[in-house]
Every structure is written in structure tokens, then in C-alpha cells.
């Protein structure tokens, strides 16, 4: 009986568990009994053993009387420590070192403001995380020596001992040594290089001398070439593999106009002595590590690419961080916002400075799609996540970015401005919560705007308004109904509302603050408008609904200035089964002359279907913006064994396009077609090299959509070692899809699961996680049992805290026989049942779960002291 009880609690906690019933732990800065003053690191870098021979000397005085220091060190190889004082001398210590953190005694206590240097001798081989290392194999013999740190959000201290936390700011200081072909960039400025010719080595020296966190802190050795160039009296440099050299001018040129721009937006000058940009084999994205930033080859593009697409955005993301995540860096991960949704922000901001009007806006609506899909569940400043990467998601992102949007309506350029200043100027070089930028709000305006951080920080979720228009002739009325209709309580915000005419009456505008969830207006006008214009400032985050005639949606597809009313329009007739509207939306789709809505009109011609919608997409294969012709490529797709569109894609096929993305949104579209030579067309494209593999990856993903079997085996071959590092992904999932659109038999999905599987060891992460999700999303996810030995092996020595939530749920997806999206969407359905029924039974289990628990401790967070 004892057993059966015990069994039936952790049924029902795994259970419960899968549906959030067992909260992740309430989590908040940590203490600090030392201020960590300065960290020196001594490196030896053997490129080709992946392994670093170090002496890191960590510099702290006391906050309060203290006898211990705990420092975080993952897997660090300690061999010796010391502790020098000034009234002691140096003296070995017998410290304690348990894989995660070291344990350094002090000897006799350190009083309020006294002061030690911790002295740590230590070795890293080839470590999980933090520190990244790249070089030839058999496979891949062209890849470039290589390795760079990534530090955020908590793993520097896989490759130095440090407090890494967020709240503990200190100068560093690096002194490296390796092979003298490689070069090294570390953050600050570079004090010295020497080269020691009888040992065929060289050693730099960087110093950054203003206090940053741990995670911010860089280093990269490789074989690079640089670029050297000044703003306003600082060195500036870009570092790439040579064999990107030609690429450097055409990426960066806007760096410098970035620069002037945001110090002169902020008021505060770039804050530190330089600014460099390292492009390295390997990384994804962008890392903002203070004064030099690590990006990905992807960030470098040749003269096709650029036709595409620039970095600008990504350049300008990772730029604005220096003010804001390392001049300023959030105080705890609850307030990652305050890095990332300002870096956002002031990307945005510089397409507005940079491209202009509907640029701007198009990117906040996409930026609000994103938002409103990632922010329901769960606050933009939650204190209750799994682990610090959690906190990376569309809150901190796209939602951040839409709180200052709004903010800057809100108050006013002006205003805005004056506030983002002060905050910065406040708060230079030190770290910030939320209630910080509210006190600036604050002191500038005279406004608390507690309600306003109230609805868009702590609360999840937007509002759902649904604005109804009726005009009344008889009393030249215009009716308005305002109606939050999400169930939580409303939120507070302003809505303005423009009536405009189809003559020279002056446009009228009324602004009403909506704080209930309904709220009806009666206006009087001089006649029946021919706009109604809902927010034309795009001032607010919300899911708008617009109920009126259709003469006032067809006025704002042709006459609204914002693109994003034009937008709704076209969303509003792609819903429609009428002819009339489909040959609407098909004249638009000419006349319109901003991209970003022609692609939106091509998605709503896709989502109306038939023969008008078709055709007009078929034309709009000419349209000369690049990005249109892409949308328009894409939403063919739609047609499937449609002869128009697959004669109308296959010449983009075979012929290619000047445009990359055209070029492969047309291979990708050709597979979903139903092509009966969908295979023999897209086999020659593999043999098409391109930037980034796009082309081949757009192949790979094509042949998982051709729905035949014959495909498997191209993909295979395609996942091996040896093929190009950007295509393998697009393999191994297309191989995933294929099982989702033919019939596979049984040898066939053997053999499938046996190579995704091969796949899981991979030394590539991108290969790894892929992998994983493949074996998640088969058809039948049950047949890949004999991959859950290598799940598990890999879940339980992932260091990756954002990869172990696929990994669970593709371990779940097998052993349930369901595809793992299926999954997420019936726990999210089960959730939501359970969280409205339940709030007794939690009680219960919550007892429960702390009987079995009450002697575990929290080991996922060290103490810092």
C-alpha cells in the first residue's frame, strides 16, 4: 500500500507538472556579501586541444563581515588556490569544488570594506558551454580554428570562475596567449601585444576598465582579418575570416550613422573606449558583449545577398545594447525587458531614422504579431521561470519594444526622450529594475504611470478590442461601440478614433481614454465620413477588430495612409469567398506602392484562393520589389496541383531569380505543389551553392514537401557529416515532414529514424537540436523508441537550459505515440481546463509535493557569496 501511495503521487505530480501545476521557483537578485571589484585572467589557448590552462585572480571587498567566498565554476579542472590580503599576505587555502561552484575560505573574516584577491589556478577542456570551439575534421576540413565565448545567459562561468549573476558588475582584464598565427579580441582596449618568436607564440593584452557583468565579458582567438577605423576619436574595428574580406564594407557601412544616431537620440555618447564587431565561424546571431560584439558569418553579405536583405537590423539590435545590457544591465532576469525589449526598440527606431515611415511601422506590426502570440500566459517581468533562458522569448522582445513604443505615444517625443536620458544618465554603469525607468518617467512628466507598467509589465496579455461603427444619417451620428473582450479586467489606454471625408472637410479627431471593458461614443460630423481610421498612430497593443461596412474597408485598403489600416483591409477581403473582393485584392496588389503591404495582400490573395486569387499572384511573379515577388512566390503554394502554378513557378525553379529569397521561396513553393517531377526539378538545384545554403535549404525543405518516398533518400544523404553545415538542418527536418506528407513503410522509416538519431551526437548544436524536434514531429513518433536511450543521455548533459524543453517534450512525444505539436496544444487546452477547475487539487498536491521535497534544495542558483 505504501508503494501504491507513492506511485500515485508521482503520477499525479509528472502529471501536473506537464500542465504547470508545479510552479517553477520564485526567483530575485541574488545577495552579495562581496563586491567583486576586478577580474584578471591568464590564459594559455591551445586551439587545436580545445583547452585553456588559466590563473584567474578575482578581486572583492567586503559588503559585510564574511569568511567564505562561493564563486560560480562549472567543470573547471581547479588545481590551487590562493587568497592575498593586505594585512596577511598570500597564503594557500583548502577550498571545496563541486562541479558547479568553488568554495574559497578566507581564513580569518574579511571586515566592511577590507579587501582580498582570490587567486584560482584551473585548466578547461573542451567545455559544454561558454566557450565554443571550431576546427577542421575529417567531415568538415575547411572549417577555420576557432573559439568564442557566449556568456549569456549564465554560462562564462564555464570557462572562469566569476559571480555570474547579472547584479554584480566588476572591470576585467584578459591576458591571452596562443599560436602566433591566431589574433585575440577581448572587451576594452588593447594595452599590448608580444609576440614570443622562440616559442612561436602570441600574447594580448585587453583591458575594460568601466565595471560590466560576467556574462558580457569576451573572448575570441582565431584567424581573422580587421578592418580599423575611428568615430568621433574611438577605434572602431570588424574582424572576419579573410575569406569574407570583400563583404566587410558592404555589411557595416551603416555602423558609423548607427553610432551618431543613438548618441545623440540618448544624449549619452557611446559609452565605451571601443567598438568592435567579430564575425566567427560557428555563431548564431549576435552577443553584445560590452564594447565588442560576436556575430554570426551570416551577418556578412555578398553583392546577390544584399539584394535581400542587410544586417542593419541585427547591427543596430546588438549597438543599442551597449547603452542598454551593458551601460545599464537588468538587475535579475525577471527585468530581461529592460536589455532586450530597448535593444529591439532602438532597432526599430533606427529603420525609422534609416527607411522611413512605413518601414517603422511594418516592422512594430510585426513586432506586435510576435508580442501578442508570446505574451499571453506569462508578465514581460515574471519572477517565477524555469531557468534564465526561459526569459528569452517574445516578452522581452517584441512585447519590451512595444512598451516603449507605446511610452514614446504616450508622452510625446520630447518627453520620450528627456525620460531616456535620465534613465541612462541615473542609472550609468549600474544595474536597473523596472521601477527604475517608471521613477524617470517620473521625475521628467510628473506622471506615475503605475497603472500604465501595471497593464504592460506585470499583468500577461493585450487588450482584444472590438471597435463597431454604425453612422446614423438621419442625426449625422457616428456610433461607436468600444468592447475589451478578453477575460481578464480591462486595461487602461487612450484610443483615438479619425473621422476623414472624401471632400476638403477637415479631418476630425477624437481621443478617448478606454479604462472599462465597453464604451460607447456619439459624435456629431458635418456628413458621412469616407475613412474611419482605428489608432492611425499604431500607438497601442492590442488585437483590433473592426466591424463596419464594407465601403469604409474598401477606403482604407485604396485611401488609409498607415500601412498597417491597409493591412487589416487586405486581411478583412482575404476572408471573403467573393469574386468582387478577390478582384479587389488583385487590383490592389498592383496599385499598392509599399512592399510590406503588397506581401500582405499576396497572404490574404493565398488565404481567398482561386482562380482570380491565382492569377493575380501569377502576375505578381513580375512585381519589381524583390520582397512583393518573394510574398507573391510564396503564396502560390496554396494552389496545390494547380497546372497555372506549376507552370508558373517551375521557370523560377530552373531558371533562378536575381533575388536569393525569390529564388527560394519559389523551389520551397514547387514542392508543395504536387509537382509529379517536383524531385527530378528540384534534384539539379542541390548542386547551387549560395550564401548561408539558402538555396540548397530551400531544396532540402522542398523535397520533405514533394510527397514522395523517393525524396528519403536524397535527404539522407543529405544529413551526413560532411554536407554543408546550413543544409543539414533543412535536411534532417525535412526528412521529419516527408513522414507527415507520403506514405513511408516500414524499412523506409527505419532507416529514417536511425539517421536522425546519428544526428543527436552531432558535434553541431543547430544538427543536435534539429534533431530532436525531427524525431518529435514524425507521424508516428512511437516508431523512433531507440533514439530515447540518446534522448535521455542528452537531456541529462545538456547544458543548453533552452534546448531541455524540446528534449522533453520529444521523449514525451515517443513515448505517447503523439507528435510532439499535438502535444503542446492539447497541454496548453488540458492547462487551461485544469488551471479553471482545479485551484483545490493544487492545494492538495502542493502539500503533498512539499512532503516529498521538504529536505531537497534549490542547487540552481549559487549563492554568490
Given at each position: 500500500m505504501k508503494r501504491i501511495f507513492r506511485i500515485s503521487i508521482a503520477v499525479t505530480l509528472a502529471f501536473l507538472s506537464t500542465t504547470t501545476f508545479g510552479e517553477p521557483a520564485t526567483r530575485f537578485?541574488?545577495?552579495?556579501?562581496?563586491?567583486?571589484?576586478?577580474?584578471?585572467?591568464?590564459?594559455?589557448?591551445?586551439?587545436?586541444?580545445?583547452?585553456?590552462?588559466?590563473l584567474a585572480t578575482i578581486d572583492v571587498m567586503a559588503m559585510r563581515e564574511v569568511s567564505t567566498v562561493t564563486l560560480d565554476a562549472i567543470d573547471l579542472g581547479v588545481s590551487k588556490v590562493t587568497v592575498t590580503r593586505p594585512d596577511h599576505g598570500t597564503y594557500t587555502v583548502d577550498f571545496s569544488n563541486d562541479g558547479k561552484r568553488i568554495l574559497v575560505p578566507l581564513g580569518p573574516p574579511l571586515r566592511p570594506g577590507e579587501r582580498a584577491a582570490i587567486s584560482i589556478k584551473y585548466t578547461v577542456d573542451n567545455p559544454r558551454s561558454g566557450l565554443h570551439f571550431f576546427g577542421p575534421s575529417k567531415d568538415e576540413p575547411n572549417v577555420p580554428y576557432v573559439v568564442w565565448s557566449q556568456g549569456e545567459s549564465v554560462t562564462n562561468s564555464y570557462w572562469f570562475p566569476c559571480f555570474d549573476h547579472p547584479n554584480e558588475r566588476q572591470t576585467t582584464e584578459l591576458v591571452v596567449t596562443t599560436?602566433?598565427?591566431?589574433?585575440v579580441s577581448a572587451n576594452g582596449h588593447l594595452v599590448s601585444r608580444k609576440e614570443d618568436r622562440a616559442r612561436g607564440t602570441v600574447t594580448y593584452h585587453?583591458?575594460?576598465?568601466?565595471?560590466?557583468?560576467?556574462?558580457?565579458?569576451s573572448m575570441i582567438v582565431g584567424d581573422f582579418v580587421t578592418k580599423e577605423d575611428t568615430w568621433r576619436g574611438k577605434p572602431l574595428n570588424y574582424w572576419v575570416h579573410p575569406k569574407f574580406n570583400d563583404q566587410i564594407d558592404r555589411s557595416f557601412k551603416n555602423t558609423k550613422r548607427?553610432?551618431?544616431?543613438?548618441?545623440?537620440?540618448?544624449?549619452?555618447?557611446?559609452?565605451?573606449?571601443?567598438?568592435?564587431?567579430v564575425c566567427c565561424e560557428g555563431f548564431g546571431g549576435g552577443m553584445e558583449n560590452t564594447s565588442v560584439t560576436t556575430m554570426g558569418n551570416r551577418a556578412l553579405h555578398d553583392k546577390r545577398s544584399s539584394l535581400d536583405a542587410d544586417s542593419d537590423g541585427l547591427i543596430a539590435h546588438e549597438l543599442a545594447h551597449q547603452w542598454w545590457g551593458d551601460m545599464l544591465t537588468c538587475r535579475d532576469w525577471s527585468h530581461l525587458w529592460l536589455n532586450e525589449g530597448f535593444a529591439s526598440y532602438f532597432q526599430a527606431l533606427w529603420t525609422e531614422e534609416s527607411l522611413g515611415d512605413d518601414e517603422f511601422r511594418y516592422d512594430m506590426y510585426r513586432k506586435a504579431n510576435r508580442a501578442k502570440r508570446g505574451g499571453k500566459k506569462r508578465p514581460i517581468v515574471d519572477r517565477s521561470y524555469a531557468s534564465p533562458g526561459s526569459m528569452f522569448d517574445a516578452r522581452a522582445y517584441p512585447k519590451g519594444a512595444w512598451v516603449l513604443h507605446m511610452m514614446r505615444k504616450r508622452l510625446g517625443d520630447e518627453a520620450f526622450w528627456n525620460v531616456i536620458n535620465r534613465y541612462g544618465t541615473d542609472n550609468r554603469l549600474k544595474t536597473v529594475e523596472t521601477a527604475d525607468l517608471r521613477k524617470a518617467v517620473d521625475t521628467i512628466t510628473g506622471r506615475t504611470f503605475e497603472r500604465f507598467f501595471y497593464d504592460w509589465t506585470e499583468r500577461p496579455g493585450h487588450p482584444e478590442v472590438t471597435v463597431k461603427f454604425k453612422w446614423n444619417a438621419e442625426d449625422n451620428l457616428a456610433d461607436i461601440s468600444i468592447k475589451q473582450t478578453q477575460e481578464d479586467v480591462a486595461f487602461h489606454f487612450p484610443l483615438t478614433v479619425v473621422f476623414e471625408f472624401d471632400d476638403e472637410t477637415a479631418p476630425i479627431t477624437i481621443v478617448r481614454d478606454v479604462t472599462k471593458k465597453k464604451l460607447g461614443v456619439y459624435y456629431p460630423l458635418p456628413k458621412k465620413p469616407h475613412l474611419i481610421r482605428i489608432d492611425p498612430a499604431h500607438s497601442v497593443l492590442m488585437e483590433l477588430k473592426e466591424k463596419k461596412g464594407r465601403d469604409f474597408w474598401r477606403a482604407q485598403l485604396t485611401d488609409d495612409p498607415d500601412p498597417?489600416?491597409?493591412?487589416?483591409?487586405?486581411?478583412?477581403?482575404?476572408?471573403?469567398?467573393?469574386?468582387?473582393?478577390?478582384?479587389?485584392?488583385?487590383?490592389?496588389?498592383?496599385?499598392?506602392?509599399?512592399?510590406?503591404?503588397?506581401?500582405?495582400?499576396?497572404?490574404?490573395?493565398?488565404?481567398?484562393?482561386?482562380?482570380?486569387?491565382?492569377?493575380?499572384?501569377?502576375?505578381?511573379?513580375?512585381?519589381?520589389?524583390?520582397?512583393?515577388?518573394?510574398?507573391?512566390?510564396?503564396?502560390?503554394?496554396?494552389?496545390?496541383?494547380?497546372?497555372?502554378?506549376?507552370?508558373?513557378?517551375?521557370?523560377?525553379?530552373?531558371?533562378?531569380?536575381?533575388?536569393?529569397?525569390?529564388?527560394?521561396?519559389?523551389?520551397?513553393?514547387y514542392g508543395k505543389l504536387g509537382a509529379d517531377d517536383a524531385v527530378g526539378v528540384l534534384t539539379p538545384v542541390l548542386s547551387r551553392d549560395s550564401r548561408s545554403e539558402v538555396i540548397r535549404r530551400a531544396a532540402l525543405t522542398g523535397f520533405g514537401s514533394a510527397r514522395d518516398a523517393e525524396a528519403?533518400?536524397?535527404?539522407?544523404?543529405?544529413?551526413?557529416?560532411?554536407?554543408?553545415?546550413?543544409?543539414?538542418?533543412?535536411?534532417?527536418?525535412?526528412?521529419?515532414?516527408?513522414?507527415?506528407?507520403?506514405?513511408?513503410?516500414?524499412?523506409?522509416?527505419?532507416?529514417?529514424?536511425?539517421?536522425?538519431?546519428?544526428?543527436?551526437?552531432?558535434?553541431?548544436?543547430?544538427?543536435r537540436r534539429t534533431a530532436v524536434s525531427a524525431l518529435g514531429s514524425l507521424s508516428d513518433p512511437s516508431k523512433a523508441k531507440q533514439a530515447l536511450p540518446a534522448l535521455r543521455s542528452l537531456l541529462a548533459n545538456n547544458s543548453d537550459e533552452r534546448s531541455k524543453p524540446r528534449i522533453k517534450r520529444t521523449i514525451k512525444?515517443?513515448?505517447?505515440?503523439?507528435?510532439?505539436?499535438?502535444?503542446?496544444?492539447?497541454?496548453?487546452?488540458?492547462?487551461?481546463?485544469?488551471?479553471?477547475?482545479?485551484?483545490?487539487?493544487?492545494?492538495?498536491?502542493?502539500?503533498?509535493?512539499?512532503?516529498?521535497?521538504?529536505?531537497?534544495?534549490?542547487?540552481?542558483?549559487?549563492?554568490?557569496?
Open positions: 537578485a541574488r545577495d552579495r556579501k562581496v563586491d567583486s571589484l576586478h577580474i584578471k585572467l591568464d590564459l594559455n589557448v591551445d586551439l587545436e586541444k580545445k583547452f585553456v590552462d588559466g599560436d602566433k598565427k591566431f589574433k585587453w583591458l575594460q576598465d568601466k565595471a560590466h557583468a560576467a556574462y558580457l565579458v548607427m553610432l551618431d544616431f543613438f548618441s545623440d537620440r540618448i544624449g549619452i555618447e557611446y559609452p565605451w573606449d571601443r567598438y568592435g564587431q498597417i489600416a491597409r493591412i487589416r483591409a487586405a486581411t478583412h477581403f482575404g476572408k471573403s469567398d467573393s469574386d468582387s473582393d478577390r478582384k479587389f485584392l488583385a487590383e490592389a496588389l498592383v496599385t499598392e506602392k509599399f512592399w510590406g503591404v503588397q506581401r500582405e495582400i499576396a497572404r490574404a490573395l493565398g488565404e481567398t484562393g482561386g482562380d482570380i486569387a491565382r492569377d493575380a499572384l501569377i502576375a505578381g511573379l513580375t512585381i519589381e520589389n524583390h520582397k512583393a515577388r518573394r510574398g507573391c512566390a510564396e503564396e502560390l503554394d496554396s494552389f496545390f496541383q494547380d497546372d497555372k502554378a506549376i507552370e508558373a513557378i517551375r521557370p523560377i525553379v530552373q531558371n533562378g531569380d536575381p533575388s536569393y529569397n525569390v529564388e527560394a521561396a519559389a523551389i520551397r513553393t528519403a533518400k536524397i535527404l539522407i544523404e543529405w544529413t551526413r557529416p560532411g554536407k554543408p553545415r546550413f543544409a543539414r538542418p533543412a535536411a534532417i527536418r525535412a526528412l521529419a515532414n516527408l513522414t507527415n506528407e507520403t506514405y513511408i513503410d516500414d524499412a523506409t522509416m527505419r532507416l529514417i529514424v536511425d539517421t536522425i538519431s546519428q544526428c543527436l551526437d552531432d558535434t553541431g548544436k543547430r544538427v512525444a515517443i513515448e505517447s505515440g503523439e507528435p510532439a505539436q499535438v502535444q503542446l496544444a492539447e497541454l496548453r487546452s488540458d492547462l487551461e481546463d485544469a488551471q479553471d477547475k482545479n485551484d483545490e487539487l493544487s492545494e492538495r498536491i502542493s502539500k503533498l509535493e512539499a512532503m516529498l521535497t521538504k529536505d531537497t534544495k534549490d542547487t540552481d542558483q549559487a549563492d554568490g557569496e
